[in-house]
């Protein structure tokens, strides 16, 4: 299983940027494509960005894909997500948890529990 921690959420205006961290416990980390979520006020959660267990494969929501750029580091167990060119869009809850694979929008069924998430918020 992997339970994941996030943190590096705040405020911050328009066009500004944010790096976000998970850092994930869990003997299995490593061998798991890992993604960012996000959730705001009033909707279903929704994939952001995915990355493979190598790092080396990322995948993005259309809505972010040029802006966002997810990386990992499995010595750390520590996925990241690095957000620039922010939008009042972008306001949510972040969550990171493992995908069901690369390329997919979806959790992996029964990877553990969902974090407390970290908050950002973008302000025009």
């Known amino acids: 299983q992997v339970q994941p921690v996030e943190s590096g959420g705040g405020l911050v205006q328009a066009g500004g940027s944010l790096r976000l961290s998970c850092a994930a416990s869990?003997?299995?980390?490593?061998?798991?494509?890992m993604g960012w979520f996000r959730q705001a006020p009033g909707t279903e959660r929704r994939f952001v960005a995915g990355?493979?267990?190598?790092?080396?494969?990322?995948w993005y929501a259309d809505s972010v894909q040029g802006r966002f750029t997810i990386s990992r580091d499995n010595a750390k167990n520590v996925v990241y997500l690095q957000m620039t060119s922010l939008k009042p869009e972008d306001t949510a809850v972040y969550y990171c948890?493992?995908?069901?694979?690369?390329?997919?929008?979806?959790?992996?069924?029964?990877?553990?529990?969902w974090g407390q998430g970290t908050q950002v918020t973008v302000s025009s």
């Open positions: 990355v493979d267990w190598r790092g080396e494969r990322p």
């Open positions: 869990g003997r299995t980390f490593s061998t798991f494509s």
């Open positions: 948890a493992p995908t069901r694979g690369w390329g997919r929008l979806e959790v992996r069924p029964g990877f553990g529990s």
